[in-house]
């Protein structure tokens, strides 16, 4: 079994860059066929996928969020990374690293880490 576990800041200014890393154990990002997902939870809202980077180093992202959002991977460490640009406070959620491997089928998922938004 996977395990993923997500790290950075709880609190960020508006317009400023949210960045998030994912520390993943017991599986590689290279593993064939892994996808490494992003998904976040607003108060109050459902889940949404952000984005993901595949086993190759592909990446792949929300249209709704194509224009500020980021993933990347360093494979040495084992770990990947997300980078919110230009955020506003409806970007606060609960922002979770989720492994698959058939798209869009989650499979194992960090405990999640909250980050606000706000001056």
């Known amino acids: 079994q996977v395990q993923l576990q997500e790290s950075g800041p709880g609190l960020v200014k508006p317009s400023q860059t949210l960045s998030l890393t994912c520390t993943v154990s017991?599986?590689?990002?290279?593993?064939?066929?892994?996808?490494w997902s992003w998904i976040r939870q607003p108060p109050g809202k459902g889940l949404e996928w952000m984005g993901a980077i595949d086993y190759r180093g592909v990446t792949f992202y929300s249209p709704a969020l194509k224009n500020h959002i980021s993933i990347s991977r360093e494979t040495s460490k084992n770990e990947f990374s997300l980078q919110l640009t230009a955020v506003t406070p409806e970007d606060t959620a609960v922002y979770y690293c989720?492994?698959?491997?058939?798209?869009?089928?989650?499979?194992?998922w960090g405990q999640g880490t909250q980050v606000t938004v706000s001056s």
């Open positions: 989720v492994s698959s491997r058939i798209p869009r089928i989650f499979e194992d």
């Open positions: 017991g599986g590689s990002l290279t593993s064939k066929y892994y996808y």
